[in-house]
Nanobody, 124 residues
């Protein structure tokens, strides 16, 4: 699966952004999808997960209630709607794909494919 993330940018605190991740190469609906972020000098961290059908989602505590993950299997795309952004959300955001299994996977090493990342910067 080839993944292409887009939609990052510079936004003021309290603002919103929507990230997109387009997939190609394999059957998109065979994969659970995740969003991760990595701030400078820090390890890549889990943000959100959505199962293959879109019927199940899971979030890191730090973004719960502010971010929403969704997918459109007809468009081979997963989204991350980010509202009420905070300066601490500043990071490079990556989408990732893992062959569909039951349960939520938050560990980076268990994902099979990664996009190239898109920068999100939140100013105070």
């Amino acid at each position: 699966v080839q993944l292409q993330a887009s939609g990052g940018g510079l936004v003021q605190a309290g603002g919103s952004l929507r990230l997109s991740c387009s997939a190609s190469g394999r059957t998109f609906s065979n994969y659970n999808m995740g969003w991760f972020h990595q701030a400078p000098g820090k390890e890549r961290e889990f943000v959100a997960h959505i199962n293959w059908s879109g019927g199940s989602t899971y979030y890191a505590d730090s973004v719960k209630g502010r971010f929403t993950i969704s997918r459109d299997n007809a468009k081979n795309t997963v989204y991350l709607q980010m509202n009420s952004l905070k300066p601490e959300d500043t990071a490079v955001y990556y989408c990732a794909a893992r062959r569909a299994t039951t349960g939520v996977v938050t560990a980076t090493k268990l994902y099979d494919y990664w996009g190239q990342g898109t920068q999100v910067t939140v100013s105070s």
